[in-house]
């Protein structure tokens, strides 16, 4: 056989694995990670560096949250440090009874989601989820983020800080799940990734 002929069949079988091992996970209804964010505001925020970026740390948090959408981010000028965001729901949005209602979208740094069911509660909606920004703390983590599948339930630990590029610019945290629009973005550096289901 012709040596394209294989390098054809090496990049299916590559295409057809990925697909397969990031297809979303399929969850059963119910609230999947019911309890809302812990979040505990630091005393004395405190500055330190990540990959030649300022980072000031605000305050410590914990979540359990289900993986509503995942993007890779390659060309922005964040992309070197935050490579990932993931729009994360808790609440009634990780209940598939209710998501199979609601769409989802991510782009430009944003997280979108509508309803055409005027019956479900949008402030609640609203309220239950964020998008969120992840810079690894180790490669553990980086792994962990990368992998991370639609559907599945994970816990992330660290801290909330807000983002100084050098030469000038940056991003600020949200530090309240009540807020939405630009400037309501989580960012976090992440010292634990687990996949709970």
Do not use: K
């Amino acid at each position: 056989m012709p040596r394209w002929y294989w390098l054809l069949l090496i990049i299916a079988l590559v295409g057809a694995w990925h697909s397969f091992s990031t297809r979303p996970l399929e969850q059963p209804p119910g609230e999947l990670a019911p309890a809302d964010p812990s979040q505990q505001r630091l005393a004395e925020p405190y500055e330190f560096e990540a990959r030649g970026h300022a980072l000031t740390a605000r305050a410590r948090i914990s979540m359990t949250a289900r993986v509503l959408a995942s993007e890779r981010y390659r060309a922005d000028t964040m992309a070197s440090l935050v490579p990932y965001d993931l729009a994360l729901g808790w609440g009634l949005m990780s209940d598939s009874a209710v998501l199979e209602r609601v769409a989802v979208s991510q782009g430009n740094r944003f997280y979108y989601w509508r309803t055409e069911d005027d019956t479900l509660p949008l402030r609640e909606l609203a309220r239950h989820s964020a998008n969120v920004h992840l810079i690894a703390a180790n490669s553990e983590v980086a792994q962990g983020i990368s992998s991370a599948r639609v559907g599945q339930v994970i816990s992330i630990g660290g801290l909330l800080v807000d983002v100084h590029r050098p030469g000038g610019g940056g991003m600020s945290t949200s530090l309240s799940r009540d807020d939405t629009g630009p400037g309501a973005c989580e960012i976090v550096w992440a010292e634990s990734f687990v996949v709970r289901q």
